[in-house]
């Protein structure tokens, strides 16, 4: 199941979601609302994603 990045709702039926691809993903929204919010900063929701991944990187 999918997670609206901007309100963390959970999207039961990825069909009739909104969504948007940015950097080779696809994000599904609960509203065109919160694709638009998505969309003008989509930095702010997609670092907590990568939170964690680069951890154990440290040089």
Do not use: R, W
Request: aromatic residues 10%; contains cysteine.
């Amino acid at each position: 199941m999918e997670k609206d990045p901007v309100c963390g709702m959970e999207i039961k039926d990825t069909i009739k979601a909104e969504a948007t691809v940015y950097k080779s993903k696809t994000y599904y929204f609960c509203s065109a609302l919160c694709m638009v919010q998505f969309q003008q900063n989509p930095e702010k929701y997609v670092k907590h994603d990568d939170e964690g991944k680069h951890e154990h990187h440290h040089h």
